[in-house]
């Protein structure tokens, strides 16, 4: 017996008492929380004790290199890597890597992935019957700039239907996957576009509670990085959290 | 002291496999290396389930202690090592690498630095991976983590180092937070 999937209302309210809680707590939160009933996939895949304290130390207060050996420019184009043009509305993703003192992240890895315009990944396990596109593949490469910015030609990708309840749907996003400078700073996000109607319903969006918190994670329409009858232009900045590393030691490793 | 309020984070999704892994991926050093050894485990969730869908990542000091600063990771040449490691698990949840033990960086214990990833997981953890003790001195955060710090060093079993993560319940790994986290 396969139980009634549970309706978008009953994964409302839940968001909306534990937004409701959070306000009455009147503790700011940053992160999204990894307890987070109305994502269902997350009730056994959190874990229940707090995070212990660390200070960093060896490995952790240093990070992998990466570099052109290991990376492609033309893999920063995701419009191009299969001979023809992919369908959907062609686009620019551009913002700078900084950590928590405003230093440009250098010369790090910067890898993406997203659903086509039509919300289907290239992935054995996504069953939406929208049609994949022989053109785009959705995956990017990259390394930052001396400044930390990074730079992506792609496609807007489309929201897609998923399990979680019935009806539910995520609004679009493109994966971002980041390193710095130290491996404590290491992670891996969404990126959003403004606007979104999708947003109030997503329990992977509302997972993190605090509202200001939730909107460094949309990016802006950005006119002046729009091409003229080529693309649209988003700029999306990202901080990573606050490097150990000494404005002297960073002098070191130039 | 950090100035800017970092980007939250989000769960890697089911779909990351066609994007994140590579050729070699797991291969830290190829196979047959004087040296080389398996580390490997299961990723498991509350119910004792293993993930199909998780990606683990190793970063740690070569033998002699030193931290490789050297690009190549994602283009193996099999002689490079550059202390980097990614594997996503299979269907039953296991992760594997092939790998060097990893020596003493300032004179502390030797760990392999480890993140998990996982659909499901809201935000990526962190823990360490300590090499067998074999009588050394518990460090200060095995001592300060108490009773559950064996969920943080690592087994020899008969295919080489062993390190399971539970993210949930019964034996639950202790995971980690970092000044400037949160």
Known sequence: MTPQPETQAVIDAEIAATAHAYEQAGVEETQPRVDYAPYRSSLLRHPTKDPHHADPEGIELWAPCFGERDIDPLEADLTIQRGGEPQGEKMLVTGRVVDGDGRPVRRQLVEIWQANAGGRYIHKRDQHPAPLDPSFTGVGRCLTDDDGTYSFTTIKPGPYPWRNHLNAWRPAHIHFSLFGTDFTQRMITQMYFPGDPLFALDPIYQSIVDPKARERLVSTYDHDLSVPEVLMGYRWDIVLTGSHRTPLEEEDHQ | ?182
Request: aromatic fraction near 10%; charge should be negative; glycine fraction near 14%.
């Open chain 2, 1 to 182: 002291m950090s100035t800017l309020t970092a980007t939250p984070g989000q769960t890697i999704g089911p779909f990351f496999h066609y994007a994140l892994p590579f050729d070699g991926d797991r291969e830290l050093v190829a196979p047959g290396t004087p040296g080389a050894v398996l580390l490997h485990g299961t990723v498991t969730d509350g119910a004792g389930a293993p993930l199909q869908d998780a990606l683990v990542e190793i970063w740690q000091a070569d033998p002699a202690g030193v931290v490789p600063q050297r690009t190549g990771s994602m283009r193996r040449d099999g002689h490079t090592f550059t202390g980097f490691g990614r594997s996503s698990t299979d269907i039953t949840g296991r992760y594997t690498f092939t790998t060097l033990e990893p020596g003493s960086v300032d004179g502390g214990l030797p760990f392999f630095g480890v993140t998990v990833f996982a659909r499901g997981l809201l935000n990526r953890l962190f823990t360490r991976a300590y090499l067998p003790l074999d009588g050394a001195e518990p460090d200060a955060l095995l001592t300060s983590v108490g009773d559950r710090a064996g969920t943080l060093v690592v087994e020899r079993d008969e295919h080489g180092l062993r390190f399971d993560v539970r993210l949930q319940g019964e034996g639950e790994t202790v995971f980690l937070t970092y000044p400037g986290h949160s």
